[in-house]
């Protein structure tokens, strides 16, 4: 079983950064797929980064790809979501999770199998 663990989130203001942090344990192998999504107050969960596991390759909703990065570290099962030039409307709940196939272009929460419980990411201006 797959277990997710997010950490990183926190109060920055707006213009500032923050570096979240997954970390995953429970089988995970190469062929898994790992993704950020986000969900502010009142809204749907909602795409923002995924990554291969296997080869590094990323894929990112466009509201994102000029400001966030998402990494992985294989040797310590961790996945990173870096995001600088926050902006108000980046607070929200931020979710890793992982699916078990390499197709990264995935952006439903549906096409997920595992997720972490949540930090929160708030962006004040």
């Known amino acids: 079983q797959v277990q997710l663990v997010e950490s990183g989130g926190g109060l920055v203001q707006a213009g500032g950064s923050l570096r979240l942090s997954c970390a995953v344990s429970g089988g995970i192998s190469s062929r898994y797929s790992m993704g950020w999504f986000r969900q502010a107050p009142g809204k749907e969960r909602d795409f923002v980064t995924a990554?291969?596991?296997?080869?590094?390759?990323?894929y990112s909703a466009d509201s994102v790809k000029d400001r966030f990065a998402i990494s992985r570290d294989n040797a310590k099962n961790m996945v990173y979501l870096q995001m600088n030039s926050l902006k108000p409307e980046d607070t929200a709940v931020y979710y890793c999770?992982?699916?078990?196939?390499?197709?990264?272009?995935?952006?439903?929460?549906?096409?997920?199998?595992?997720w972490g419980q949540g930090t929160q990411v708030t962006v004040s201006s």
């Open positions: 990554i291969s596991w296997r080869s590094g390759s990323t």
């Open positions: 999770a992982a699916r078990s196939a390499f197709n990264i272009y995935a952006r439903y929460t549906s096409d997920y199998d595992y």
